[in-house]
């Protein structure tokens, strides 16, 4: 049989399946939902796949029978029976120029061509949309409408920290979704994605039998590859790349993709891959932070520095941070989540979650995302992660400590105001624990041994570092303490050269101002 290509980048149905690219077959889930025919709401991080699903959706209403050939719906449906489908997709509106309104209503009267309809004397965007929709149903019959990245115009906003053109839009868009409710009669099935969920958007607020799937356990696994998926549509690929990685036998290699790649989750048990990472890394065969790479919002990275927020392990929480999201309290654990920096753990059945990394791609990326817009380091002289990784294997601990004084030299000062003594110590253990977490070291913090507890061992093949920080003391203080404490005790046994490492932070400068370094015995 023909080798299928990999469908990367391809969010157009038809285009997938006539380019002979491989479709994971989702059509069961699908047939569900269009059947019943209700009015969904589905929330998925970016490049989850929901543009795909939409544009299967239409095809499949069009009465395309041709491409669902071979799929599970092609035998479950109704061919003889289609319907006329709006799809709409704001990534394809104009608004950055002209503005929102201007941009919904060229989008609109280029929908009116498309369907031969006139367009009504109100052109207010509500009354626009309304007209059109029963103007196709009066020739058509009942309408299907499909609307991608309905909040773009405001996460667009917020990426940009224009937090009032946001708002704008928010109110724009409300406005815009109202005529919905009015064409209720004349609608088919409505299906809106987004990749997050507005809680102050007309949408949630009027449209209230609209039926939010985002972690509706029947509808989990609707986006993203299951480990069972990836193994049988992927076969093939998972071959070509197995002898590229000789060290690892075919479960060990499976597995290693598993921990890179999969992970995220709705409801707490089905473990899904993100499609757009995983399709690059089967093409590429590079352990990568694909999908962080394609495009990671600042203003987030900004929140997590301003709010000492760090150990994204293990936060307890309950279904309700759902609803806390509105651009006048963008709550970071709801946000997290919801751009799929988070992912659920645990679900228990009264609603209680526990939220971690979905996978190693996502941890570490955003360890680095962090450590690198901190600021440019004062005097870094270009120096990165890489460097301070290279500095710590050659054990060149004057290196290091330059790149770190100048990492920490360079952060941006807003990150301590308002902030207590206690606070700014905290904030430094963050930073220094994702830091090494980051390089790709072994590295425990806060290790516990029979007289205290070290702030930091990180281990390389030739070396174990035990790490102290002190604040507003001095770097001398720390690493008698290190001695004093004998934290390399548990280490005695490890034929490696034990280092201890003294470090003050300077609570008035914001800066690392004592470094001193011993051989321990």
Same mark, same amino acid.
């Given at each position: ?46 490049? *989850? ?65 498309? &369907? ?6 109100d ?5 626009? +949309? ?21 909040d773009?115009?405001?996460?667009d ?21 109202? %005529? ?8 088919r ?10 809680t102050?958007?007309?949408? +949630? ?7 939010d ?6 509808y ?52 899904l891959?993100?499609? &757009? ?12 932070s694909?999908? *962080? ?15 000492? *927020? ?35 753990k ?8 526990v ?36 500095? &710590? ?14 990492? *920490? ?30 390089l ?50 548990? &280490?005695?046994a ?5 280092? %201890? ?21």
């Amino acid at each position: 049989m023909e080798k299928r290509y990999l469908p990367i980048g391809t969010q157009d149905f038809r285009k997938l399946r006539e380019r002979n690219n491989i479709y994971v077959d989702k059509t069961e889930r699908i047939h569900s939902l269009c059947k019943a025919g209700r009015m969904y709401f589905l929330a998925r991080p970016r490049r *989850f796949g929901k543009s795909l699903l939409l544009s299967t959706m239409s095809e499949l209403f069009k009465g395309s029978k041709n491409l669902f050939e071979g799929l599970w719906i092609a035998d479950h449906w109704d061919w003889t029976v289609t319907n006329p489908v709006i799809h709409i997709s704001f990534a394809s509106v104009d608004y950055e120029e002209k503005g929102l309104v201007f941009g919904i209503r060229k989008m609109l009267l280029e929908l009116y061509a498309e &369907f031969d309809a006139a367009p009504p004397h109100d052109h207010s965007i509500k009354g626009l +949309f309304t007209t059109l929709i029963k103007q196709i149903h009066a020739k058509q019959g009942k309408v299907v409408i499909l609307i991608d990245e309905y909040d773009k115009p405001i996460i667009d906003y917020m990426e940009t920290h224009e937090l009032d053109r946001a708002k704008a839009n928010q109110v724009i868009l409300g406005n815009f979704y109202g %005529g919905l409710k009015d064409a209720d009669p004349f609608i088919r099935m409505l299906f809106i994605t987004g990749v997050s969920k507005f809680t102050k958007v007309s949408l +949630f607020s009027k449209l209230n039998n609209l039926d939010d799937l985002t972690i509706n356990p029947h509808y989990s696994t609707l986006l993203g590859y299951t480990q069972q998926e990836l193994e049988y549509y992927f076969v093939d690929y998972i071959d070509d790349a197995l002898p590229l990685f000789p060290e690892y036998n075919r479960q060990q290699f499976l597995e290693k993709v598993r921990v890179w790649y999969n992970g995220y989750s709705w409801d707490g048990v089905n473990r899904l891959y993100n499609p &757009f990472g995983t399709l690059l890394f089967l093409e590429s065969r590079e352990f990568q932070s694909h999908w *962080f790479q394609s495009g990671t919002p600042t203003f987030l990275v900004k929140m997590l520095l301003k709010q000492d *927020f760090f150990h994204l392990e293990n936060i307890e929480t309950t279904i309700n941070f759902l609803n806390q999201y509105s651009l006048d309290n963008l709550e970071l654990t709801s946000l997290l989540f919801q751009t799929g920096y988070l992912t659920i753990k645990e679900k228990s059945k009264e609603g209680y979650l526990v939220l971690s990394y979905p996978n190693q791609e996502v941890r570490e990326a955003t360890y680095e995302f962090i450590i690198t817009d901190m600021g440019h380091p004062r005097g870094g002289g270009g120096m990165t992660i890489q460097h301070l990784q290279k500095a &710590f294997m050659s054990n060149d601990l004057e290196k290091a400590e330059d790149i770190l004084t100048a990492l *920490f030299g360079g952060l941006p000062f807003d990150v301590y105001t308002h902030q207590t003594v206690r606070q700014i110590e905290g904030f430094y253990h963050g930073l220094v624990h994702i830091l090494f977490q980051c390089l790709g070291l072994h590295m425990q913090s806060e290790v516990h041994t029979s007289k205290g507890r070290a702030d930091c061992i990180v281990q390389t093949p030739t070396h174990i570092y035990i790490l102290e920080f002190k604040l507003d003391s001095n770097a001398q203080h720390a690493l008698t303490q290190i001695e004093n404490k004998r934290y390399a005790k548990p &280490f005695a046994a490890d034929p490696r050269i034990k280092v %201890g490492i003294g470090i003050n932070f300077n609570s008035l400068t914001k800066e690392l101002d004592g470094w001193e370094t011993q051989v321990l015995t």
